[in-house]
């Protein structure tokens, strides 16, 4: 019989330890879109953010590390200037795409 696992036994994933290079973020940021929810969106933005270092995105966006902190929660919903200035600090753009039928 094979040993049962405790979730809480499990180590803690973070993204942000995957996060070294600007394929992996276009790749995870991307996904991330792709679910169509704010909240995870803002996480991602998070976890991309502290994988550059939260206080040099911080001063590049113009917002205080704590709003930053703030801003991309996972339960969070910034507006779309924040997502914006965000992802210009992170040397990253937001692109349309056709919906395939």
């Known amino acids: 019989m ?15 330890e995957y996060l070294n290079d600007e394929q992996a973020i276009a790749a995870y940021l991307t996904a991330m879109l792709e679910e169509n929810d704010p909240a995870l969106l803002a996480a991602a933005l998070g976890d991309i953010a502290r ?6 995105i911080a001063k590049a966006s113009g917002l205080t590390r704590e ?12 507006r779309f200037d924040t997502v914006s ?17």
């Open 2 to 16: 094979a040993k049962k696992i405790k979730i809480a036994d499990l180590p803690e994933f973070d993204a942000a």
């Open 51 to 56: 994988a550059r270092g939260m206080t040099e």
């Open 67 to 78: 709003a930053l902190y703030r801003a991309l929660r996972a339960d969070a919903q910034p």
């Open 85 to 101: 200035r965000v992802c210009a600090a992170l040397g990253v753009k937001l692109v349309a795409q056709p919906i395939p039928h």
